[in-house]
C-alpha cells in the first residue's frame, strides 16, 4: 500500500512538472539552466576543506572559531555542497555537544536562507505556472508542509540542498519548514558526530543503522501524508460532485 502510495505521488508530481515546464518561456528555462549549472559547478570544483585543514583553522583563529565555522557552515552549505564535512569536523573540533548544537543551527540557517534566496529571485510556482496538480499540491504543503520537510530530513539520499530549493519554490510556510528542518537534521547529525570518525575516515557500522532506521522513517512519513493528501482530495472531489448533483428547490 505505502508502495503504490508513493509511486502514485511520484506519477502525479512528474505530470504535474512537464505540464508546468511546457507553460515556461524560454529565456526562464534557460536562466534556470544556467543557474544549476553554475550551483552544480561551484559544488564539483570548489575544493571543500578536510577536517584536519579545519583544525589548522581553528588553531589560527583562537577562541572566535566557533563563530567563524558556525558563519563557513552556514554561507557554503547554501550552495549544493555535502554538509557531512562540516558535521563531522564539528565532532571532531567541539566535541559531541557542542558540535551538533553548531552543525544543526548553522544547517538550519543555511536552509532559510537558501529559502529565501529562492523566493526572492521569484521563484516560486504558485507565480510562474497555473496547473490543477500543481495548486492542490501547493496548498497542501501551505496548511501542513511541515510533515513532508520533516520526512525528507530524516531520508540521507536525499540531499539537503535540493530540500532547500524544492521547498522555496513551493508555498510551504517560513516556520514550520525551519522547525521541520531543525528537528528533522537531529538525529542524523547526532549520529555522524558520534559515530564517524573525522581523522581517519572510518564510518562506524552503527551509522549505517541509524541511516536506515531514519530514512525508514522518513520513506513512511512521505508515505502516510501522500495517503492522507489523496484522501483529502477525493473527499473534496466527493463533496463537489454531489453539490452539482444536487437537485435544485424551487
Not at 101 to 117: F, K
Not at 141 to 170: E, M, Q, T
Given at each position: 500500500?505505502?508502495?503504490?502510495?508513493?509511486?502514485?505521488?511520484?506519477r502525479g508530481l512528474r505530470f504535474a512538472t512537464v505540464a508546468s515546464a511546457?507553460?515556461?518561456?524560454?529565456?526562464?528555462?534557460?536562466?534556470?539552466?544556467?543557474?544549476?549549472?553554475?550551483?552544480?559547478?561551484?559544488?564539483?570544483?570548489?575544493?571543500?576543506?578536510?577536517?584536519?585543514?579545519?583544525?589548522?583553522?581553528?588553531?589560527?583563529?583562537?577562541?572566535?572559531?566557533?563563530?567563524?565555522?558556525?558563519?563557513?557552515?552556514?554561507?557554503?552549505?547554501?550552495?549544493?555542497?555535502?554538509?557531512?564535512?562540516?558535521?563531522?569536523?564539528?565532532?571532531?573540533?567541539?566535541?559531541?555537544?557542542?558540535?551538533?548544537?553548531?552543525?544543526?543551527?548553522?544547517?538550519?540557517?543555511?536552509?532559510?536562507?537558501?529559502?529565501?534566496?529562492?523566493?526572492?529571485?521569484?521563484?516560486?510556482?504558485?507565480?510562474?505556472?497555473?496547473?490543477?496538480?500543481?495548486?492542490?499540491?501547493?496548498?497542501?504543503?501551505?496548511?501542513?508542509?511541515?510533515?513532508?520537510?520533516?520526512?525528507?530530513?530524516?531520508?540521507?539520499?536525499?540531499?539537503?540542498?535540493?530540500?532547500?530549493?524544492?521547498?522555496?519554490?513551493?508555498?510551504?510556510?517560513?516556520?514550520?519548514?525551519?522547525?521541520?528542518?531543525?528537528?528533522?537534521?537531529?538525529?542524523?547529525?547526532?549520529?555522524?558526530?558520534?559515530?564517524?570518525?573525522?581523522?581517519?575516515?572510518?564510518?562506524?557500522?552503527?551509522?549505517?543503522?541509524?541511516?536506515?532506521?531514519?530514512?525508514?522513517?522518513?520513506?513512511?512519513?512521505?508515505?502516510?501524508?501522500?495517503?492522507?493528501?489523496?484522501?483529502?482530495?477525493?473527499?473534496?472531489?466527493?463533496?463537489?460532485?454531489?453539490?452539482?448533483?444536487?437537485?435544485?428547490?424551487?
Amino acid at each position: 500500500m505505502i508502495t503504490s502510495t508513493v509511486r502514485d505521488a511520484l506519477r502525479g508530481l512528474r505530470f504535474a512538472t512537464v505540464a508546468s515546464a511546457r507553460q515556461l518561456s524560454r529565456p526562464r528555462i534557460f536562466a534556470t539552466l544556467v543557474a544549476i549549472v553554475i550551483l552544480v559547478a561551484v559544488a564539483v570544483f570548489v575544493p571543500m576543506p578536510t577536517a584536519l585543514q579545519l583544525r589548522d583553522w581553528a588553531t589560527s583563529v583562537g577562541p572566535w572559531f566557533p563563530l567563524a565555522f558556525l558563519a563557513a557552515h552556514l554561507v557554503v552549505t547554501v550552495f549544493p555542497f555535502p554538509r557531512t564535512a562540516f558535521t563531522l569536523a564539528a565532532g571532531l573540533l567541539f566535541g559531541p555537544a557542542l558540535g551538533v548544537g553548531l552543525a544543526v543551527l548553522a544547517s538550519t540557517a543555511s536552509a532559510l536562507i537558501a529559502l529565501w534566496l529562492v523566493r526572492a529571485v521569484g521563484w516560486r510556482l504558485d507565480r510562474l505556472v497555473s496547473h490543477p496538480a500543481i495548486d492542490t499540491v501547493d496548498a497542501r504543503l501551505s496548511r501542513r508542509g511541515w510533515p513532508v520537510v520533516f520526512s525528507l530530513r530524516l531520508i540521507p539520499a536525499v540531499p539537503f540542498s535540493v530540500i532547500n530549493y524544492a521547498a522555496g519554490a513551493s508555498a510551504v510556510r517560513t516556520v514550520p519548514y525551519t522547525l521541520a528542518t531543525f528537528v528533522g537534521l537531529m538525529p542524523g547529525t547526532l549520529a555522524v558526530v558520534v559515530l564517524g570518525d573525522a581523522l581517519t575516515g572510518h564510518i562506524s557500522p552503527l551509522l549505517f543503522v541509524v541511516s536506515l532506521c531514519t530514512g525508514s522513517i522518513g520513506i513512511v512519513g512521505l508515505a502516510l501524508e501522500f495517503r492522507a493528501h489523496r484522501r483529502e482530495q477525493h473527499r473534496r472531489e466527493q463533496v463537489a460532485r454531489e453539490a452539482r448533483a444536487e437537485p435544485v428547490s424551487v
